[in-house]
């Protein structure tokens, strides 16, 4: 299963700094365990369109980062991740809305929203805790020892 972390931005890129570097590294790291990417979409409509276009054989999955979805632990994440693989689907994408938050539309066609507590984060320090924590759970599902269990 191939996993989109999809960033609600106007820009075309990411701001060049730490977090763009640490965005980069917990791809990176990911990568050997499902293929991992980002994209930036000038909105949610166009995010929505590439989530309709898509050429894929299954409907990709799609989450949503919001504060008030459901707050899940690492083994929770690495749990539902598991589901999502174990279903067939062949891409996961986990988004992180714009500034405004997500439409009725978005929150609608969404198959999960998912709290990384209740704070509210810049995109590129909430893209990097999203990397960190997709990671983690692949490593959780194959038994890596990144996780140490706290």
């Given at each position: 299963m191939k996993i989109l972390l999809a960033l609600i931005?106007?820009?075309?890129?990411?701001?060049?700094?730490?977090?763009?570097e640490l965005l980069a590294?917990?791809?990176?790291?990911?990568?050997?365990?499902?293929?991992?990417?980002?994209?930036?979409?000038?909105?949610?409509?166009?995010?929505?369109?590439?989530?309709?276009?898509?050429?894929?054989r299954t409907r990709p999955a799609l989450w949503l980062a919001d504060s008030r979805g459901q707050?899940?632990?690492?083994?929770?994440?690495?749990?539902?991740?598991g589901s999502v693989q174990d279903s067939g689907t062949q891409q996961l994408?986990?988004?992180?809305?714009g500034a405004d938050?997500?439409?009725?539309?978005g929150l609608?066609?969404?198959d999960k929203k998912v709290a990384f507590g209740r704070i509210t984060l810049p995109h590129e320090l909430a893209a990097v805790i999203t990397a960190e924590q997709l990671y983690r759970a692949l490593t959780i599902r194959a038994g890596h020892p990144y996780h140490s269990g706290h």
């Open positions: 931005s106007p820009r075309r890129t990411l701001a060049p700094g730490p977090c763009a590294l917990y791809l990176k790291r990911a990568a050997p365990y499902a293929p991992t990417t980002h994209r930036l979409f000038p909105s949610e409509a166009k995010l929505l369109d590439f989530m309709e276009d898509s050429s894929s707050q899940l632990s690492s083994e929770d994440l690495a749990a539902a991740l994408v986990l988004a992180i809305g938050g997500w439409s009725p539309a609608q066609r969404a």
